[in-house]
């Protein structure tokens, strides 16, 4: 017994290193802040329509449907080409913030899958805080992906739409 026991440890410590390298991707985050010098109540009055991306400089076009209520959909028409599709996920005026999701996007226009964001407005009539918080698989879900679907392609992917967007807004209200 205390033979077969010994096996049976030396087996399945053989098979531990393949199912730690077996698990696939791990989910990433972004998280990114930004400072304006403008009332929290007009920047939010800019962000807060789920159906106008117009402020973010990526975007050529919205389109879509149901307001800001949950559910409501978007299509972004990017100026470089592709699109993607949201679904608003959670919506408050009142406290300044919004949910949504990617529904579907090619990998090739933005290397993610599973992807969903929140967007937050807080601050007084002098200066606003904007939180863009996002998490996401890269865009190869299984082992071993190219470059252009590795996390690190993802990660940057994500990072250069959020701060290009805060950037986009800092300099709206700003002016500079």
Do not use: C
Not at 43 to 65: L, Y
Not at 87 to 110: H, N, P, Q, W
Request: hydrophobic share 45%; proline share 5%.
């Amino acid at each position: 017994m205390v033979r077969m026991l010994a096996y049976f440890l030396v087996a399945l410590a053989a098979l531990l290193p393949a199912a730690a390298n077996a698990h696939g991707p791990s989910r990433q985050k972004v998280v990114s802040k930004i400072e304006i010098n403008a009332p929290a109540d007009k920047v939010w009055a800019v962000i807060g329509n789920f159906q106008d991306m117009s402020w973010h400089p990526a975007v050529a076009k919205t389109e879509g449907t149901g307001g800001n209520d949950v559910g409501a959909t978007r299509t972004l028409t990017l100026k470089s080409g592709g699109a993607i599709n949201e679904k608003l996920t959670k919506y408050s005026a009142a406290e300044r913030g919004m949910g949504y999701e990617i529904t579907d996007v090619d990998v090739k226009v933005l290397p993610v899958t599973n992807y969903a964001a929140q967007i937050n407005v807080s601050g007084t009539a002098e200066k606003t805080i904007v939180e863009w918080r996002a998490a996401f698989y890269r865009g190869f879900v299984n082992n071993d992906p190219p470059p252009e679907l590795s996390d690190e392609a993802a990660v940057k992917a994500v990072t250069d739409i959020v701060q290009g967007g805060l950037g986009a807004l800092k300099k709206k209200f700003e002016g500079g």
